[in-house]
């Protein structure tokens, strides 16, 4: 199945990445959770072949700009809405899990004239309450980064498919294994 890497420019400058899988319309968008990125779709999008996918990386995540200056959820709504404009002529089947379904929703109420269907997994209306959201902050800013290797994370993240996800998406630098995404901008993205 062909990909081909893309990029939209945001409003406020920011770079927004998304994946192309060629396929027969109407097309799948799919927006992966914090903390995440769009390789954790890839099996996804090729189970779904011959569907053509769109798998976005949000702003601050993956290959997107990973210090963006607004992470507001219109911001987020903006991004999505940009690639959908440039890559669909019809309304595409919109996919979002935990972060990505709260901005799928968004998308959907803000411009439902692109969205012919909605999938939500694991998201909620609110984005979940102030203490789980200081929480998560807090877990996000105590990882030790860089790490050594997978086998250092996977003691520290542990084995659980999330886990696994974080793990399998680490970026290999020069001084050890880096997360797609800085700690500061998730505890932004929270509004913690």
């Known amino acids: 199945m062909a990909a081909e890497h893309r990029e939209v420019t945001a409003f406020d400058g920011a770079t927004i990445a998304y994946t192309v899988f060629a396929g027969a319309e109407p097309a799948i968008v799919i927006l992966h959770g914090l903390a995440g990125s769009s390789n954790e779709f890839v099996p996804t999008a090729t189970a779904l072949a011959p569907r053509r996918m769109i798998l976005v990386d949000q702003r601050g995540h993956g290959a997107s700009t990973r210090t963006p200056a607004d992470v507001s959820r219109l911001a987020f709504v903006d991004d999505v809405v940009r690639v959908i404009e440039a890559e669909e002529h019809e309304p595409v089947d919109l996919v979002g899990q935990s972060m990505g379904a709260h901005t799928a929703m968004l998308v959907a109420a803000h411009r439902p004239d692109l969205v012919r269907r909605l999938v939500m997994l694991e998201g909620d209306a609110g984005g979940g309450s102030a203490d789980d959201r200081a929480a998560i902050g807090s877990f996000f800013r105590s990882w030790p980064v860089p790490f050594a290797d997978r ?42």
């Open 151 to 192: 086998a250092d994370a996977r003691e520290l993240l542990g084995d659980g498919a999330l886990a696994r996800a974080w793990i399998a998406d680490l970026e290999q630098r020069s001084d050890g294994l880096h997360p797609r995404f800085h700690a500061d901008v998730m505890v932004r993205t929270l509004g913690v």
